[in-house]
Nanobody
Framework: QVHVVESGGTSVQPGGSLRLSCAVS????????AGWYRQAPGTQRELVAG??????????PIMKGRVSISKSSAQDTENTVTLRINDLKPEDTADYYC????????????????WGQGTRVTVSS
């Protein structure tokens, strides 16, 4: 059984940075694609960043230059997926969700059914 637990959500001032972490069990992240999504109230869940099993990236244009995604390597004892966002803006306020074991087709990440409960990020002065 796959379990996904996000952490790191907090309140941040505009222009700040944060690091979100996703602890995974039941599936080895280094061998699988993974992604981070977000959902603001009244909106659809959207991809923030995806990473293939080989480390290739799927970063939507709206996030390029501000976000990085990484996951545990073969040398790591942890089984995690990490998201870093810089230059945070009020519109980045949302619940952020980790997804693992999805598809990687033509450079794009497609979500699996393995979701965490989310971690809330609030960007406000």
């Amino acid at each position: 059984q796959v379990h996904v637990v996000e952490s790191g959500g907090t309140s941040v001032q505009p222009g700040g940075s944060l690091r979100l972490s996703c602890a995974v069990s039941g599936i080895t992240v280094k061998n699988n694609p993974a992604g981070w999504y977000r959902q603001a109230p009244g909106t659809q869940r959207e991809l923030v960043a995806g990473i293939s099993s080989a480390g290739l990236l799927d970063i939507p244009p709206i996030m390029k230059g501000r976000v990085s995604i990484s996951k545990s390597s073969a040398q790591d004892t942890e089984n995690t997926v990490t998201l870093r966002i810089n230059d945070l803006k009020p519109e980045d306020t949302a619940d952020y969700y980790c997804n693992v074991g999805g598809s990687w087709i033509n450079g794009y990440y497609g979500a699996s059914s393995y979701w965490g409960q989310g971690t809330r990020v609030t960007v406000s002065s």
